[in-house]
């Protein structure tokens, strides 16, 4: 089956960069997916890579190493609205949903 | 405005309850989701339909139901089977072909008293 290991919690300053990382294991491979959820929110899709690589979204980045079974997401420019989870995800081995990590929670002080 | 509305955002029930909780988009998604949050915790699938009059069960479906009778509505019923229904429950939808990219509704809080 899929399943996808990330850190439970980091803490960085404003204007600070943070990675958080993301290990999959999958039967298929059909991308990796990140999404930001504020406390009591609704997930909110922030990027996808579906090959290796670096995909850039002005402050926020990801990468994948398929090879790795690895990604990250990358925050830059950290402020104090970017207090959120984070979750990793990826498709199932039917390719027909989402199977998500357990998150991770950001903090970010002043 | 398109996107997915859940209702209400607060429900409260007794034990032993059958409950059924409201999601609909007009954003002409086919895939429709359920998953279930509990506090420090992902979000763990419960059903997911494809397609009108189909459903799929997801890693946590035992003590729950879904109908998925119109393309805009995939309502989720918490039976009395569950056992352990507190929860926050999040609805979601996508295109069939970029499943990577869900939209989610703003969730319902269910607690079962």
């Known amino acids: 089956g899929q399943s996808l290991e990330q850190p439970s919690e980091v803490t960085a300053v404003e204007g600070a960069i943070v990675q958080i990382n993301c290990t999959y294991q999958t039967s298929g491979f059909y991308g990796l997916s990140w999404y930001q959820q504020h406390d009591g929110g609704a997930p909110t899709f922030l990027s996808y890579n579906g090959l290796d690589g670096l995909e850039e979204t002005g402050r926020f980045s990801s990468f994948l190493s398929r090879s790795d079974s690895y990604g990250y997401l990358l925050l830059q420019e950290l402020q104090m609205k970017d207090s959120a989870s984070y979750f990793c995800a990826v498709p199932n081995q039917a390719g027909t949903a989402l199977i998500f990590g357990k998150g991770t929670t950001l903090s970010v002080s002043s | 405005d398109g996107g997915i509305t859940q209702s209400p955002k607060y429900l409260f029930r007794k034990e032993g309850q059958n409950v059924t909780l409201s999601c609909e988009q007009n954003l002409n998604h086919d895939a429709m989701y359920w998953y279930r949050q509990d506090p420090g915790q992902g979000l763990r699938l419960i059903y997911y339909s494809q397609i009108v009059n189909d459903f799929q069960k997801g890693d946590i479906a035992e003590g729950y139901s879904v109908s998925r009778e119109k393309k805009e509505s995939f309502p989720l019923t918490v039976t009395s089977a569950q056992k352990n229904p507190t929860a926050f429950y999040l609805c979601?939808?996508?295109?069939?072909?970029?499943?990577?990219?869900?939209?989610f509704g703003p969730g319902t809080r269910l607690t079962v008293l």
């Open positions: 979601a939808s996508s295109t069939d072909s970029t499943i990577n990219e869900q939209f």
